[in-house]
């Protein structure tokens, strides 16, 4: 049997494990992100450049956990529903491509952060050896992340740039006439994608990896910096910053290598063997890209943890909110 005729046969693994999976994450992201919104509502300074990439992390985590129920009832359910029907294509466009966009925005968001953080630290220490050197296009560049109104021009930008793509690339494959028919909505058709959902998803993961590799080198570049200026001049207190600024960018770090890069080395793995012939492999191959796309989407509910540890004074108000709740 040809995958062109091959039928989706989703294992238990795909229609129990993945929906309550996602209804797990729905309530402690839900609950968590909430909590953090809660937080970020209650703080004064609001013109400060974290503030405003905490924001959109926040915002693009809670738009990911409100899809959440459409993708559970998706894998729950879709094997049953017929491919023409609306159910199957509110479910699926609701679910995975409000998750997708949201996705790249958390993306941006977090290696941006890590680009902020890496840029104050190496603008207030410049500015300590000298005032006379003059700046280079990198240094400059750097300093723009650093800047609130910098900040926000850039978060309308990427949501605007993200979202236009996602559109473009709905319309297109809505109005396209599928060459293939199927029976159900779990189909080889939905879960890869038209030739412009391939292209949209391949120019994606290009801007993954290199977001990835920025983030790597901004961290060994301070490593080394650090390493370098520790053995000519004495820190001292400052040694603290230092260390925090490193910390932050690692764990951005370690959240782009755990979560999303084993998704996005699988993609394109992915549309090579769907080329395949064999439709039993094809059965698995699906099933690996969603669970690894529900890896990355897992991020969402631990963020809330990750934005307390990543800013000192929302873990503040976050236990001032508490300590007044108490009698």
Request: net charge positive; proline share 3%.
């Amino acid at each position: 049997m040809t995958n062109s005729t091959c039928v989706l046969q989703p294992s238990l693994a795909t229609t129990v494990a993945l929906p309550i999976i996602y209804s797990f994450l729905f309530t402690t992201g839900g609950f968590g992100n909430t909590l953090a919104a809660c937080v970020f509502l209650r703080q004064t300074l609001r013109r400060r450049t974290q503030y405003i990439y905490l924001v959109n992390l926040v915002t693009a985590n809670l738009l990911i956990c409100s899809a959440m129920p459409f993708l559970a009832a998706y894998f729950a359910n879709a094997h049953k529903w017929t491919y023409q029907s609306g159910i199957c294509r509110i479910a699926y466009h609701l679910g995975t491509t409000i998750t997708h966009v949201c996705m790249y925005v958390t993306i941006i968001i977090l290696c941006t952060i890590a680009l902020s953080q890496y840029a104050t630290l190496k603008k207030n220490n410049d500015a300590q050896q000298s005032q006379a050197v003059k700046e280079n296009f990198r240094k400059r560049v750097l300093k723009k992340f650093c800047q609130p109104k910098f900040a926000k021009y850039f978060s309308i930008f990427i949501w605007l740039i993200v979202m236009c793509i996602t559109v473009a690339t709905i319309i297109y494959d809505a109005q396209e006439r599928p060459k293939e028919t199927f029976p159900i909505c779990y189909n080889k058709r939905v879960e890869a994608g038209e030739f412009t959902a391939k292209i949209a998803a391949s120019f994606v993961t290009a801007c993954f990896f290199l977001l990835f590799v920025t983030v790597s080198l901004s961290y060994y570049s301070l490593t080394r910096h650090l390493s370098k200026i520790q053995k000519t001049t004495c820190i001292g207190q400052k040694h603290l910053i230092y260390r925090t600024v490193k910390r932050n960018i690692l764990v951005i770090q370690i959240i782009l290598t755990v979560c999303f890069l084993p998704y996005h080395v699988f993609r394109p793995i992915f549309y090579v063997l769907l080329l395949d012939e064999d439709c039993s492999r094809l059965n698995y191959i699906v099933e690996i890209k969603n669970f690894l796309a529900c890896l990355a989407v897992s991020r969402s509910s631990v963020d809330p943890a990750i934005t307390l540890l990543l800013d000192r004074t929302l873990k503040k108000s976050l236990y001032d909110l508490f300590k007044k709740s108490t009698p």
